[in-house]
C-alpha cells in the first residue's frame, strides 16, 4: 500500500473502537477454541494385548504323581496293579500291549516295559540290576541312567522348586522326576509361545520365520536380511553351528 | 478509504512501534501470532482428557519420600492408596509396606539350557504385578539369541514361531537385574530410585518425575515407562500389594521388575519362577551357603550380561554341562 504521508491528521480512534481489529481479535480466538476443541486426530492407535488364559499360566506341576501303589478305577472298584498282574501271564518282554495300549512309549532307547516295571510284582519299579523301588522312590529309578542330572536335581540345579525359598518362613517343595516329564513320553513337546511385547507400532512386522523384504506392504522398514529380527536368510554354513 | 484502521500512529500497531503499519507487515504479525495461539491452545488440549482422579489431592502433594516417612505418615499413605483403589477397582487391596529381611540378598540364576522362550514367565509377571494392559508393559523380555553368542544386541525381541524352541537359537529372558552398582540409581535426578539392602533395586512411584533418565541408563531396556494412564482391568487386580512393587501406578511413571518383592520379602517364590515349566529359573538368599544359588555359584560357570560395563548384576545365567564340576569327585561339596 502506498506509503501516503500522513499529514491528513485522523483522529485519535483507540484500538477499541476499530472494527476490524474486533474482529480479528474473534478469528483469533475462534481459531485458538477450533485447536483446543476439536480431535486433533493424530493419536497413535494402541492395539489391545492379545490375551492370555489363566491356564497358560498355571503355576502348578505338570503332572500328579501317581499314588504308592498306583491304582486305578476299574469296572467301578479300585485296583492296584497286581490284582490283574497276580493272574495275567503277561510276556514280559512284549511290546505288543493289549491292555495300556494308551501309553507311547518313547524313552530314548528303551523299548520294553520290563527296562523300568518289575516283571513279577507290578506294584513296583525295578532296575538292570534287579533292584526294586517303589512308585515313591521314582526319582531314584531314573538316577539309574541320568546319573548327573539326577546329582543337579539333589542340588537344585535341575528341575523345578516351588513354595517358600526360605525354609524358616516355609517348606519347599522339590518337584519329583515324574511331576514334570511323562516317564513314557519325558522329552517336553514345542509349545506355542505366548505373546511377545506389544511395542511395533507401524504394522505388521516380519518377525520369525516368513521372509519378503521386498514388499513395502509387509516390512514397511524394508528391513534388511541380516538384521536382528529376521535371520533365515542367513547362507547355509552360517546358520549351522 | 481513508478510514484505514490500522493507520494510527499513536500507538503500536504491526509493524513495529514508530513505523507505520504496511499491509504486509500486519499480515505477518497476525500470521505469527494466530500460528502462536493455535500452537499454545493445541499444547493445552490435554488439560481436555483431564478426569478427576489425575489432580493429586493435597496429602498426596505434601506426601514425603519414601525413605524419609515414618510410620504414621506410610500408614496415611497406604490408607490413601487403599482408597484409591478401591474407587479405581471395586475391591480392597491389602497393601502393605514390606520391608527387607535381614541376612538376605537375593540372587537369581537362570539356566539357558532349559528355557525354551514360551514366554509364560512374561505373562505371569503380568498377571501378578498389576500392569497396564492396554498399552501393555512387560517387565521380562525373552530374547531368540543364535547359537553361538551370549551379545544380546543380536537378540529377537519379537520372535513368533509357531512352536518354540526352534533348534538354531537359545533362549535368554532379560529383565531387571538389581545391580550392585546400578546406573539407574546413579543417574535419577530426584533419587526416586534407590537400591535396598537386600538387593532390590525399587522406586518410590509418587517420586518419579517420569523423566526417564533411568531408562536410558539400563543396558538391559529393564525399565518401562508409562506413557499413556495404564488401563487395568478390573478382574485383573491382583489385590495383595505392597507400596514399592506392584500397586497400581499412575500414569507418567517408570516402573520394572521388583524380584516380586511383596512375594519374597515373605519367603516366596517370585511369580515368573512358579510358573517355568522347565525350572529353569532358581532364586534364593546368597548369603546362605545351602541355598539353591548358592550351590550353583559355586559350582557352575556362571555368567552375566554386558560385564564389561560394570554394572555388577544379579542375575546369573548358566548352561547344563554334560560333566559338571560339581560331579568331580575332589570338587568342594562341603556347604
Not at chain 2, 168 to 186: E, I, R
Request: with cysteine.
Amino acid at each position: 500500500m502506498s506509503q501516503k504521508e500522513p499529514a491528513a491528521k485522523k483522529p485519535n480512534t483507540s484500538s477499541l473502537d476499530r472494527p476490524a481489529l474486533w474482529g480479528l481479535t474473534l478469528i483469533f480466538f475462534a481459531l485458538a477454541a477450533i485447536f483446543f476443541f476439536l480431535p486433533t486426530g493424530n493419536s497413535i492407535p494402541i492395539p489391545d494385548p492379545a490375551s492370555v488364559s489363566p491356564k497358560d499360566i498355571d503355576p502348578s506341576p505338570r503332572f500328579t504323581p501317581l499314588s504308592d501303589p498306583p491304582k486305578a478305577m476299574v469296572n467301578g472298584f479300585e485296583r492296584t496293579c497286581m490284582d490283574c498282574h497276580v493272574s495275567i501271564d503277561s510276556q514280559p518282554h512284549s511290546t505288543d500291549l493289549h491292555q495300556h495300549a494308551n501309553i507311547e512309549l518313547q524313552h530314548g532307547i528303551n523299548t520294553r516295559c520290563v527296562t523300568c516295571h518289575d516283571s513279577k510284582n507290578r506294584n513296583l519299579l525295578a532296575t538292570l540290576d534287579n533292584k526294586t523301588f517303589t512308585y515313591a522312590q521314582s526319582s531314584q529309578l531314573c538316577s539309574q541312567c541320568h546319573g548327573p542330572v539326577y546329582r543337579q536335581w539333589e542340588r537344585g540345579i535341575h528341575g523345578k522348586t516351588l513354595g517358600y525359598w526360605d525354609a524358616k518362613l516355609g517348606k519347599s517343595e522339590k518337584l519329583t522326576c515324574t511331576q514334570c516329564h511323562d516317564p513314557h513320553h519325558p522329552r517336553f513337546d514345542a509349545i506355542k509361545p505366548l505373546p511377545g511385547p506389544n511395542t511395533l507400532r507401524m504394522g505388521d512386522q516380519e518377525t520369525g520365520d516368513s521372509q519378503d523384504h521386498g514388499d513395502h506392504k509387509r516390512n514397511p522398514l524394508l528391513l534388511p536380511p541380516h538384521s536382528k529380527t529376521t535371520d533365515s536368510h542367513l547362507p547355509a554354513h552360517e546358520s549351522k553351528h | 478509504m481513508n478510514q484505514n484502521t490500522e493507520k494510527n500512529s499513536s500507538a503500536c500497531s504491526s509493524g513495529g512501534c514508530g513505523e507505520p503499519p504496511t499491509r504486509r507487515s500486519f499480515l505477518r504479525t497476525s500470521a505469527v501470532a494466530a500460528g502462536g495461539l493455535a500452537a499454545a491452545m493445541a499444547a493445552l488440549k490435554p488439560l481436555m482428557e483431564l478426569e478427576s482422579d489425575d489432580l493429586p489431592t493435597v496429602e498426596k502433594f505434601l506426601q514425603k519420600h519414601y525413605k524419609e516417612m515414618d510410620g504414621d505418615e506410610m500408614q496415611s499413605a497406604l490408607a490413601r492408596i487403599s482408597n484409591e483403589v478401591e474407587k479405581r477397582f471395586d475391591q480392597r487391596p491389602d497393601i502393605r509396606d514390606i520391608k527387607p529381611m535381614d541376612g538376605v540378598e537375593f540372587v537369581y540364576a537362570l539356566n539357558l539350557t532349559r528355557c525354551i522362550g514360551c514366554r509364560k514367565c512374561v505373562h505371569a509377571c503380568v498377571a501378578e504385578n498389576n500392569q497396564s494392559r492396554s498399552p501393555e508393559i512387560q517387565y521380562i523380555r525373552v530374547l531368540e539369541m543364535p547359537r553361538g553368542t551370549t551379545n544380546i544386541e543380536k537378540g529377537n525381541h519379537h520372535y513368533d514361531r509357531p512352536t518354540v524352541p526352534s533348534d538354531d537359537h537359545f533362549y535368554m529372558p532379560v529383565q531387571c537385574h538389581q545391580c550392585a552398582s546400578p546406573p539407574c540409581v546413579k543417574v535419577c535426578p530426584v533419587e526416586a530410585t534407590w537400591q535396598e539392602p537386600d538387593g532390590i533395586t525399587v522406586i518410590d512411584y509418587d517420586w518419579c518425575i517420569g523423566c526417564r533418565y533411568c531408562e536410558a541408563a539400563c543396558p538391559y531396556w529393564a525399565r518401562r515407562f508409562n506413557f499413556t494412564k495404564p488401563k487395568l482391568p478390573k478382574k485383573d487386580l491382583n489385590p495383595k500389594m505392597s507400596y514399592l512393587s506392584n500397586r497400581p501406578r499412575p500414569k507418567g511413571v517408570v516402573e520394572k521388575c521388583t524380584f516380586c518383592l511383596h512375594l519374597t520379602r515373605e519367603g516366596k517364590m517370585p511369580a515368573c519362577l512358579e510358573v517355568c515349566p522347565t525350572g529353569a529359573r532358581k532364586f534364593g538368599n546368597v548369603l546362605d551357603p545351602n541355598s539353591e544359588v548358592s550351590q550353583i555359584l559355586k559350582n557352575n560357570r556362571v555368567f552375566v550380561l554386558k560385564e564389561e560395563v560394570g554394572t555388577l548384576p544379579r542375575f546369573f545365567y548358566y548352561f547344563d554341562e554334560r560333566y559338571p564340576a560339581s560331579d568331580d569327585a575332589k570338587a568342594d561339596k562341603s556347604a
